[in-house]
């Protein structure tokens, strides 16, 4: 298979992810892995490799580690605005559900979106994607959830969409519509929820703008069958289904979200035992976000030894947005998952690769080196993977890879 690979690299080590390859991170040591037509095509190891045989563009990788591309299951960033003074009255003492309720929190990141268009949404999101990419992410989901109207919900997403034309990155789309209750139906959440499934999931549906839905199930959001509502009408649209849950109280979300089969439930610092059985039992990955943990100085920790036993999937992504997770950074993440939450370095680089693409639903398709597989993948300086969740603040991409090509950024 090496003969007809468009670019193959050599004397490199990898750490797949893969599944079926029984050892920590997935390794394989002195291999060569050929990519084509912005695919994986070949892996093998070094001794047995007639490089003579290769016609294509041969780099030899001296040694270094290979992984798949990092993929951020979980962002809000595309916004307007800024909410530092938000963060000057907490370190005062005024609480994250405090400030919501008194008008700030996300409809104040609300008010500065609707007042921009998708150019200005575009100009202002792009530095926080080249943070991402910078330092290895070649996948990005991006949620909508700051307009709150059917006009600046659609402007969100085509900012995503025409990031995702302009950039070698892969952006995964969510309508979270459901985010928070527009001052406009203060006191009719009901009527809010028909805009959001009856205007706004079919017109981001017929301008091809969206990937899944995403709801904010908590006490100072949406209740459970507010948002079951949601999920209702994306299961009907065959959308992916994710959701914020169990983020500040146990709402329940999350069995609620996996009934739907969805994608992914995302935070769970409150998520109890038989929210877990549900995950477990539909496949649904729990993403968490340890940014928004550290940077709400929440002390109830996810049950991380719930999920192991059960056996579900957990992923690591930033929850970048300007309220609760102001942090351009999925490795510091990984560096978090495993300080805050005692994830080990193996599985917070899984939570950014393999699992993380099961979150956007992509399982097949990213998040592992494999036969077959997009290759999206990073050429890394380091003596060993841990680094990657152990190090923060160097840049040690060697070669950044998109669809098969160098892309560094
Ligand atoms: N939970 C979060 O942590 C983000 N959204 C949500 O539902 C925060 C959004 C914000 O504060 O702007
Ligand atoms: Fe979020």
């Known amino acids: 298979m090496f003969q007809s690979?468009?670019?193959?690299?050599?004397?490199?080590?990898?750490?797949?992810?893969?599944?079926?390859?029984?050892?920590?991170?997935?390794?394989?040591?002195?291999q060569a892995i050929g990519v084509r037509g912005g695919r994986i095509v070949a892996i093998g190891p070094m001794v047995t490799l007639d490089r003579s045989c290769?016609?294509?563009?041969?780099?030899?990788?001296?040694?270094?580690?290979?992984?798949?591309?990092?993929?951020?299951?979980?962002?809000?960033?595309?916004?307007?605005?800024?909410?530092?003074?938000?963060?000057?009255?907490?370190?005062?003492?005024?609480?994250?559900?405090?400030?919501?309720?008194?008008?700030?929190?996300?409809?104040?990141?609300?008010?500065?979106?609707?007042k921009s268009g998708v150019e200005e949404l575009v100009r202002l999101s792009e530095p926080r994607l080249m943070a991402l990419?910078?330092?290895?992410?070649?996948?990005?989901?991006?949620?909508?959830?700051?307009?709150?109207?059917?006009?600046?919900?659609?402007?969100m997403l085509r900012a995503a969409r025409c990031m995702a034309e302009r950039y070698p990155v892969r952006v995964s789309a969510s309508l979270l519509g459901a985010h928070a209750l527009p001052p406009e139906y203060r006191n009719d959440a009901d009527g809010y929820i028909d805009l959001v499934c009856n205007e706004m999931i079919p017109a981001a549906v017929g301008e091809g703008l969206v990937d899944a839905v995403d709801v904010f199930c908590e006490t100072i959001a949406f209740t459970p069958a507010q948002c079951e509502r949601v999920f209702k009408v994306a299961q009907q649209y065959g959308l992916g289904?994710?959701?914020h849950v169990e983020q500040l109280s146990n709402q329940h979300g999350a069995a609620l979200a996996a009934r739907?089969?969805?994608?992914?439930?995302?935070?769970?610092?409150?998520?109890?035992?038989?929210?877990?059985?549900?995950?477990a039992e539909h496949g649904t990955v729990a993403t968490l976000l340890p940014g928004a943990f550290y940077f709400l100085r929440e002390t109830k920790l996810p049950p991380i030894d719930l999920l192991r036993e059960y056996r579900v999937p957990m992923a690591v992504a930033t929850d970048l947005n300007p309220g609760s997770s102001p942090l351009a950074s999925l490795r510091l993440m990984m560096n978090m998952a495993c300080v805050l939450f005692r994830?080990?370095?193996?599985?917070?680089?899984?939570?950014?690769?393999?699992?993380?693409?099961?979150?956007?639903g992509l399982g097949d398709d990213l998040g592992m080196l494999r036969v077959?597989?997009?290759?999206?993948?990073?050429?890394?300086?380091?003596?060993?993977?841990?680094?990657?969740?152990?190090q923060y603040g160097v840049n040690s991409i060697k070669q950044r890879i998109f669809a098969g090509e160098e892309a560094n950024v």
């Open 54 to 114: 290769i016609t294509g563009e041969v780099i030899d990788a001296a040694g270094n580690w290979m992984t798949p591309g990092l993929i951020d299951a979980h962002t809000h960033l595309v916004f307007a605005g800024n909410r530092a003074q938000e963060f000057e009255q907490r370190l005062s003492g005024v609480s994250y559900e405090e400030i919501s309720r008194s008008g700030g929190g996300i409809l104040s990141t609300v008010n500065a979106t609707r």
């Open 343 to 360: 994830l080990t370095p193996h599985e917070a680089l899984a939570g950014v690769t393999r699992n993380a693409a099961q979150a956007l």
């Open 5 to 30: 690979c468009e670019r193959v690299w050599i004397n490199v080590n990898l750490a797949t992810l893969d599944t079926a390859v029984e050892q920590p991170y997935g390794a394989l040591h002195d």
């Open 372 to 390: 077959g597989m997009r290759a999206d993948m990073l050429l890394w300086d380091i003596q060993h993977p841990a680094e990657l969740a152990c």
């Open 133 to 155: 990419m910078a330092e290895g992410v070649t996948s990005v989901e991006i949620k909508s959830g700051y307009g709150l109207n059917v006009k600046t919900e659609l402007d």
């Open 241 to 243: 289904i994710r959701g």
């Open 260 to 279: 739907y089969d969805a994608w992914s439930a995302d935070h769970l610092e409150w998520l109890d035992e038989a929210g877990v059985a549900a995950l």
